[in-house]
Nanobody
Protein backbone atom coordinates (compact mmCIF):
# COMPACT_ATOMS: atom_id res chain seq x y z
CA UNK A 1 0.00 0.00 0.00
CA UNK A 2 1.38 3.38 -1.03
CA UNK A 3 1.28 6.06 1.62
CA UNK A 4 2.27 9.71 1.67
CA UNK A 5 2.25 11.31 5.09
CA UNK A 6 2.55 15.07 5.48
CA UNK A 7 3.58 16.65 8.75
CA UNK A 8 4.85 19.92 10.14
CA UNK A 9 1.79 22.09 9.69
CA UNK A 10 0.40 24.30 12.40
CA UNK A 11 -0.28 27.85 13.49
CA UNK A 12 2.40 30.48 12.92
CA UNK A 13 2.50 34.26 13.13
CA UNK A 14 3.04 36.41 10.04
CA UNK A 15 6.71 36.56 9.16
CA UNK A 16 7.36 33.20 10.77
CA UNK A 17 8.58 29.94 9.31
CA UNK A 18 7.49 26.32 9.08
CA UNK A 19 8.97 23.23 7.50
CA UNK A 20 6.65 20.61 6.07
CA UNK A 21 7.65 17.01 5.49
CA UNK A 22 6.25 14.37 3.15
CA UNK A 23 7.31 10.79 3.75
CA UNK A 24 6.62 8.25 1.02
CA UNK A 25 6.37 4.54 1.68
CA UNK A 26 5.05 1.36 0.07
CA UNK A 27 5.34 0.05 -3.48
CA UNK A 28 5.50 3.49 -4.99
CA UNK A 29 7.91 2.68 -7.82
CA UNK A 30 10.60 4.97 -9.18
CA UNK A 31 9.86 8.57 -8.27
CA UNK A 32 10.29 11.16 -10.98
CA UNK A 33 9.07 14.26 -9.16
CA UNK A 34 7.82 15.26 -5.74
CA UNK A 35 5.49 18.21 -5.51
CA UNK A 36 3.66 20.44 -3.09
CA UNK A 37 0.20 21.88 -3.68
CA UNK A 38 -2.04 23.97 -1.46
CA UNK A 39 -5.73 24.72 -1.22
CA UNK A 40 -7.22 27.62 0.73
CA UNK A 41 -10.87 27.60 1.87
CA UNK A 42 -13.20 28.29 -1.04
CA UNK A 43 -10.38 28.25 -3.58
CA UNK A 44 -8.95 25.79 -6.06
CA UNK A 45 -5.94 23.66 -5.33
CA UNK A 46 -2.80 25.34 -6.67
CA UNK A 47 0.65 24.03 -7.42
CA UNK A 48 3.38 25.37 -5.14
CA UNK A 49 6.71 23.67 -5.88
CA UNK A 50 8.35 20.73 -7.63
CA UNK A 51 11.63 18.89 -7.23
CA UNK A 52 12.76 16.35 -9.83
CA UNK A 53 14.78 13.21 -9.27
CA UNK A 54 17.81 14.98 -10.67
CA UNK A 55 17.50 17.91 -8.30
CA UNK A 56 16.14 20.88 -10.28
CA UNK A 57 13.37 22.80 -8.54
CA UNK A 58 10.57 25.08 -9.69
CA UNK A 59 8.20 27.31 -7.77
CA UNK A 60 4.97 29.18 -8.16
CA UNK A 61 5.45 32.92 -8.44
CA UNK A 62 3.53 33.46 -5.20
CA UNK A 63 6.13 31.59 -3.14
CA UNK A 64 9.31 32.13 -5.13
CA UNK A 65 12.10 33.44 -2.94
CA UNK A 66 10.30 32.44 0.26
CA UNK A 67 9.79 28.68 -0.03
CA UNK A 68 12.37 25.99 -0.68
CA UNK A 69 11.62 22.40 -1.69
CA UNK A 70 14.16 19.67 -1.04
CA UNK A 71 14.55 15.88 -0.69
CA UNK A 72 16.48 13.61 1.61
CA UNK A 73 19.34 11.41 0.43
CA UNK A 74 17.06 8.41 -0.04
CA UNK A 75 14.71 10.58 -2.13
CA UNK A 76 11.70 9.24 -0.27
CA UNK A 77 10.97 12.33 1.79
CA UNK A 78 10.25 15.80 0.48
CA UNK A 79 10.43 18.98 2.50
CA UNK A 80 8.99 22.43 2.06
CA UNK A 81 10.77 25.14 4.01
CA UNK A 82 8.43 28.11 4.25
CA UNK A 83 9.82 31.47 5.32
CA UNK A 84 8.32 34.95 5.57
CA UNK A 85 4.86 33.49 5.85
CA UNK A 86 1.84 35.73 5.44
CA UNK A 87 -1.89 35.13 5.94
CA UNK A 88 -2.31 34.46 2.22
CA UNK A 89 -0.24 31.31 2.71
CA UNK A 90 -2.95 29.83 4.92
CA UNK A 91 -4.11 26.60 3.29
CA UNK A 92 -4.08 22.85 3.44
CA UNK A 93 -0.79 21.73 1.94
CA UNK A 94 -0.70 18.48 -0.03
CA UNK A 95 2.22 16.34 -1.07
CA UNK A 96 2.13 14.75 -4.52
CA UNK A 97 4.45 12.14 -6.01
CA UNK A 98 4.67 11.24 -9.70
CA UNK A 99 6.53 8.16 -10.87
CA UNK A 100 8.69 7.87 -13.96
CA UNK A 101 6.87 8.81 -17.16
CA UNK A 102 3.74 9.67 -15.22
CA UNK A 103 2.72 6.05 -14.75
CA UNK A 104 1.43 6.74 -11.25
CA UNK A 105 0.48 9.77 -9.21
CA UNK A 106 -0.10 9.74 -5.46
CA UNK A 107 -1.45 12.26 -2.97
CA UNK A 108 -1.12 12.72 0.75
CA UNK A 109 -3.97 13.62 3.08
CA UNK A 110 -2.82 17.20 3.58
CA UNK A 111 -1.59 19.22 6.53
CA UNK A 112 -3.09 22.50 7.71
CA UNK A 113 -0.97 25.64 7.74
CA UNK A 114 -2.50 28.71 9.37
CA UNK A 115 -0.73 32.07 9.37
CA UNK A 116 -2.38 34.49 11.76
CA UNK A 117 -1.55 36.93 14.52
Amino acid sequence: QVQLVESGGGLVQPGGSLRLSCAASGSIGVIATMNWYRQAPGKQRHWVATITSGGPTTYADSVKGRFTISRDNAKTTAYLQMNSLNPEDTAIYYCNVITVRGINSYWGQGTQVTVSS
